[in-house]
Structure formats: C-alpha cells, structure tokens
C-alpha cells in the first residue's frame, strides 16, 4: 500500500471513530454506553483498565521510569441532556437540564432515551416577542395518555443529530467533549516508550460540575494533570470577543472562570509545540470550567491544566471543529506525554 | 467515646408513642447551623448504648458506628443533618430590638408576625414590622426585606440576647393524627429515622451513622463525615418539600409539586448537587415493591442533600438520598403525615438488611 493510500485509510478510521462517539448518547450519570464504547476502542492499548466507584473509565498505560511522572488526561465523557419531571395526562413530558442547556436551542430539537425510545421537543404558546424558558418546553414522544407513555419521572434523554463531515470541519451535537474522547483514544493508541505513567481518564459528570474527575484525580494521585476539553472561540459573526478561532491549532488554556493554569504546566505546553512545529493558540477564557479545576485542587494540590480544541456553537446541536485542530491536538498530546517533563 | 454495646433490636422499627415524643424534643430544640449543641446533646444521649463507636468531630458532626456481625459486609454511610435553617442577631439597636440576616434558605416574606426564641436559653422574641394602621396600600403591595424587620425581645430580654446568637421559629409540635405539624421536621425526621436505625440496626453491613452540621448552609458537615468514614455507599436522610396543592390556574395541571404527601418517601434520582447511582435507586424501588411500602420519585429538580458531598468524598462513593415529603418546608410550620415518616423508615430500614457486596459489582 502506498503512504498516501495508508494516510486516508487511517483517516477514514478516525472519522468512522469521531462519528461513533458524538453519535452515542450519553448525558451525565448516564455514561453506561459511551463507556462501554470507548471501552471498545481502548482494550488492548492499555496496560490496565478499571471503572471506578463514579464510574471514571481509567485508563494506564506504562509505569513510572526514573526521569518520568505520573500524569493524568482527564476527557470527560458526558454530555448535556435533559431529565424528564412529570408526565402529563396528555402524554407530554416536562423536564429539566443536565448541564447547560439553553431552551433557544431545544425548540424543534430531537431526542433520544437511554433505552432508545425518540421523541421530540415542543413549546407552549409564548406572548409576541417572548424569549422560550424552559418550564414552558416539553417532550412530545408521539403518545397520547400518561398511561400508554413509554417514559416515566426521572428518564433520561440527549440530544440526537447526526454527525457531519463538512470536509475542512466536523459537526456534531456533542464535539463536547467526545473530539477529545477520541483525542484522548488516538493519544493512547499511538504514545510509545514514555517515561510516564499516563492515566487517561474518560471522566463523568463534568458537564454538572465536575464532579467525576475530582473523584478520579484523588484516586489517580497524580504528579500533573491535564484536561482535553473545547473551548469556545471568537471567530463568528458579531460573536462575544475571543481570542481562539478555528484552523489555528489546538489551544493552550492559560485561564478560565474556574481555575488558573499552572504557569509551569503552560509553559511545558508552548514549549513542546514550539519543539514539534505544531501551530497553537493561547486561551483565555472568561466564562466556563473544566476538568482542570477539579484535578488542580485534589488531595494536597496538583500542577494542572487544559489543552482545548477551538469549537464553535457550543452547547447547540451543532458543535464544530476544525478537523486540522483535532489532528494537531493529538500530535501535541503525544509529543507532551511523551518526553521528559520538568517543570520550572 | 466508645462504650459498652447493647445488641440492637432486631424487630423492624415502628413510629410509635415514644418516637412522636422524641420528635416533638427534636424539633423544638434549637439546631441553627453552626450551633447544632442542643440536637447533638439528645443524638448522643439516645445512641450511645447501641453503638460500636461514637464520636463528635471537629466541625461537630456525630460519628456513630455499629459494627455488622456478619461477614462480607458493606460499609454503608448514612447522613441525616441535625442543623435547620433560623436567624442570627447583627446589631443590637437597644431596647432588646436587634436586626439581623438569615441562615439558610428562607424566603422573607413568610417572617412577619412569627413568634420566634433566641440563643441558649430560648429566650422568647418577635419579629416584627410596622402594622396595619401605620402603612400604605402602596406599602402593603411590596414583600419587606429582611433588612426592614427586627427581632423584638422586649427590653427585658435585651440582656439576654448578644449580636452572634441564633434564633429560630417559636413552633412546638403537635401530633394531628394523621399529620405532624412542627418547626424543623426539615431534618430532625432524618435524625430520628437515623437513631431508630442504629437502635434497630442491621447485621450484615457496618453503618455509619452521620449526624451531620451546616447542611442548611451548603453541605460543609457531611464533607469532612465522607471524608472519615472512607464508605462505600453513601445515602442522606432528609426531607423534601412537596407542593401538592391545586394549580393555581384551574385549567392547568400541576407539574411542579416536588412531591405529594401520602405518596410514601421520596427516592431521588436528581438534585441540584446529585446525581443519584442508579443501583442505589434500583435497590430502593426493588426493596419498597417486595416489602409493599409506597414509594414516590421526587421530581428532580434543584436542591441538594448531604449525598451532595458524600458521593464527591475520597475517591468517590456510590450515594442516592431519601426524603420524608414535608409541605411548608423552611417555615415557622411545616406538615408531614405520620404513615410517610414511617414508612420513610420502613423502607431505608428493609433496604439495609437486603443489603450485600453485589450491590457494587
């Protein structure tokens, strides 16, 4: 096979595994499916896999050499949702969000339960004018009676959109945060010889708080951490100022409304893209948090910080990335987990 | 402490005469986050005899084990916070008249009127605001601040009272077969449920017994609680509002109640700072549907219990909570009915005993 025929085979694979993962519904607390798929793609590449109480998937891959630390990758695996509150004599669901879920978006959106039931999402009669909330929102599954409804109080739904290629750029409804997940899989798949003991943990819960990786840091231990998530950018039309836009490589996060990155841990960043000649950004971002935080205050305190993936229209059903930027994220990941690490 | 254990009473636990009267001493005792002395004294008073290990922690939280006698068990935590949402004084203006801000949720406008005690020594008092005859209709449109009102001891209570001290709603229980009317059912249900559990506790698991402070302010007690025990289950034992009242508009159904009195505990699935293991939630249902106790699914919705920071303890630890349904939550007055404190009871309690290591494989 030639090199070009081999690069589009492996191309075509990656894509086949970003469609896999942003098409798998997995809404906070309900990661059971998305973790059993990464599980999937991740057997055999690890020296050792566990599940742990949260319901982290954990990752290792080698063990810790004389020169090297124990780091750990934090992508979390969850996504926003909705969780169903009543169901009314008519058969409409009502319902609240998981995670940040705005109801402009939801109008005409479509859904997906955990076991597989659709539906989709209509709204109450608003005054001229009116901006949607979501109290007047329900989910209409095509049933007419409480009774025949085939979803109860407590089911959870995500949001359901297929995957799209547009070539340059990549749609999906959840590029947060499974472009990292898949990240994350290539990085461990391709990383050889470290002098690490890299843990990558496919995290849950992030998108309520946090919550999955605070647990996973703790049991992990580790030396450094690092979270893969996206960050918006401010490259659209008439969009709130930033910074990072699309095409211009993955992005250093230096802050974020939820935690300051450890200067060191920024600095290893630049310098191992520079090292490698792979194009980057820097990242300030004022409103928004990641796993960062959560591995940054563990136990007795952790160096941390954030690689991001530029993504436009966050929190939408319609997530992009530029496919340069992914490519360019996993090339740096495993550049930095992949020589000596000394921080300032 | 540790003491000398007497073997637990292996009957299931019931509400009866005794339990209405050590609720009714619970609720009229004076908990206000961050001074839960008054409850604790009565928490240790009534376990001490039933349990392995008892101890007070540095934040205040009872820590109570009973050791299971049989093997492979679990380890199970569960919380139930001694404090209630109340007052404390900020300025003394003189004449026994003090100003001052509220601890916990507490909706303002439900303040006017209410006969309330202050400090220690319960020291009796009003919260007052100018009346009737001396405002506008105007005036009378607009909810007053907490800023706008005073809490009144009459100028012989004035030496009694310091800036710092609590207050809280002057309520005493009464039992109304079938129902419970009281001040801060809001948790002492918990607490009570949680003492019965140790009196009756079961065999095959260890129980961790929390006694919890400074829920009402944000889940600080149960943290560090998580963080001693190290379990490896975790479930609080509270209670819920339930909102169960007609509409307001008669065309339209009521989807916002929380839950519903006489629907039996409420099992959660999501709150504002949980979500619940769903093996746990399955367990409860599975548990309830055998032993033919009503159960109900409280909406999720917004709102948080101890199981918020149990599960985020250590490495993490499998949580859900169960609530007894109250209606007026928060208030100088709320209500429960008696067969759902029971059965809140019965069911955690069943629950336990059906309890094995598999729960987690």
């Given at each position: 096979m030639s090199i070009e025929a081999k690069k589009i085979e492996q191309d075509d694979a990656l894509l086949a595994l970003i469609k896999k993962m942003v098409e798998t519904p997995g809404p906070s607390g309900q990661e059971q499916l998305i973790r059993a798929a990464i599980l999937e793609e991740i057997q055999g590449s690890a020296d050792e896999i566990r599940t742990d109480a949260m319901g982290n998937l954990i990752a290792r891959k080698g063990s810790k050499q004389p020169n090297g630390l124990r780091i750990m990758i934090s992508a979390h695996m969850d996504e926003i949702g909705l969780m169903v509150t009543h169901v009314d004599e008519n058969g409409f669901s009502r319902f609240i969000p998981i995670g940040g879920v705005s109801p402009l978006t939801c109008i005409g959106g479509r859904v997906i339960f955990m076991n597989g039931q659709r539906g989709v999402i209509g709204c109450e009669r608003l005054e001229p004018n009116a901006l949607p909330t979501l109290e007047k929102l329900f989910i209409d599954v095509g049933t007419t009676s409480r009774e025949d409804c085939p979803?109860?109080?407590?089911?959870?739904?995500?949001?359901?959109?297929?995957?799209?290629?547009?070539?340059?750029?990549?749609?999906?409804?959840?590029?947060?945060?499974?472009?990292?997940?898949?990240?994350?899989?290539?990085?461990?798949?391709?990383?050889?010889?470290?002098?690490?003991?890299?843990?990558?943990?496919?995290?849950?819960?992030?998108?309520?708080?946090?919550?999955?990786?605070?647990?996973?840091?703790?049991?992990?231990?580790?030396?450094?951490?690092?979270?893969?998530?996206?960050?918006?950018?401010?490259?659209?039309?008439?969009?709130?100022?930033?910074?990072?836009?699309?095409?211009?490589?993955?992005?250093?996060?230096?802050?974020?409304?939820?935690?300051?990155?450890?200067?060191?841990?920024?600095?290893?960043?630049?310098?191992?893209?520079?090292a490698a000649d792979i194009p980057y950004q820097m990242e300030v971002l004022e409103a928004g948090g990641t796993d960062g935080r959560s591995i940054q205050l563990a136990r007795a305190g952790v160096p941390a910080g954030c690689l991001s993936i530029p993504c436009r229209y966050i929190h939408t059903p319609s997530e992009m990335v530029s496919r340069a930027d992914f490519e360019d994220a996993i090339r740096l990941l495993v550049e930095l987990l992949s020589r000596e690490v000394k921080l300032g | 402490m540790s003491s000398q254990k007497q073997p637990s009473m292996q009957l299931t636990p019931e509400i009866g005469a005794q339990q209405v009267e050590l609720l009714a001493r619970l609720c009229n005792a004076m908990a206000v986050s961050g001074d839960e002395q008054e409850v604790r004294q009565i928490v240790l008073d009534e376990i001490q005899p039933y349990c392995d290990q008892v101890e007070v922690d540095g934040l205040g939280n009872v820590l109570a084990m009973h050791v299971g006698s049989q093997a492979q068990k679990v380890r199970v935590m569960i919380a139930a916070h001694m404090d209630e949402v109340g007052f404390m004084l900020t300025n003394d203006e003189g004449e026994g008249v003090f100003s001052f801000e509220t601890v916990g949720g507490i909706d303002p406008r439900q303040l006017v009127g209410k006969a309330v005690i202050v400090g220690r020594e319960h020291v009796p008092a009003v919260i007052g605001a100018k009346p009737i005859h001396l405002t506008t209709a105007e005036e009378r449109k607009k909810a007053l601040k907490v800023e706008e009102l005073r809490i009144d001891l009459g100028p012989e209570g004035s030496s009694k009272a310091k800036v710092g001290d609590r207050a809280t709603f002057a309520t005493q229980l009464e039992a109304l077969e079938p129902s419970i009317r009281a001040k801060a059912l809001d948790n002492r249900l918990g607490v009570i449920n949680l003492i019965e559990l140790l009196r009756h506790a079961p065999e095959n698991i260890d129980l961790l017994a929390a006694f919890t402070v400074q829920e009402e302010v944000g889940l600080r007690g149960a943290r560090v609680a998580a963080y001693r025990f190290d379990p490896q289950i975790g479930m609080a034992i509270d209670a819920t509002p339930a909102h169960d009242l007609p509409a307001y508009d008669v065309d339209v159904e009521n989807t916002r109640y929380n839950t519903k009195l006489d629907h039996g505990p409420a099992i959660y699935l999501m709150d504002g700072a949980t979500i619940s293991d769903r093996r746990l939630a399955e367990w409860l249902m599975q548990t309830a549907e055998a032993e033919g106790i009503p159960y109900q699914i409280r909406q999720p919705n917004p709102g948080g219990t101890d199981a918020g920071a149990i599960h985020r303890a250590r490495a993490g630890v499998p949580s859900i909570s169960v609530s007894v349904p109250v209606r007026y939550a928060h208030s100088a007055a709320s209500l429960i009915r008696q067969e759902d404190w029971a059965n809140t009871l019965k069911l955690v309690y069943h629950a336990l005993t059906r309890l094995t290591p598999e729960i987690l494989s």
């Open positions: 979803v109860k109080v407590g089911d959870v739904c995500g949001f359901e959109r297929p995957f799209l290629d547009l070539g340059k750029h990549l749609v999906a409804k959840s590029m947060d945060n499974r472009i990292s997940v898949v990240v994350a899989i290539a990085a461990l798949r391709t990383l050889q010889a470290s002098p690490h003991e890299v843990y990558f943990v496919f995290s849950v819960q992030e998108e309520v708080g946090l919550r999955g990786s605070a647990t996973a840091a703790y049991g992990v231990d580790p030396d450094v951490g690092l979270a893969v998530d996206v960050t918006r950018t401010g490259d659209t039309p008439r969009t709130t100022k930033m910074e990072v836009a699309l095409d211009k490589g993955p992005a250093i996060k230096v802050r974020d409304s939820s935690f300051i990155a450890d200067p060191r841990v920024v600095d290893w960043m630049i310098a191992t893209a520079k | -």
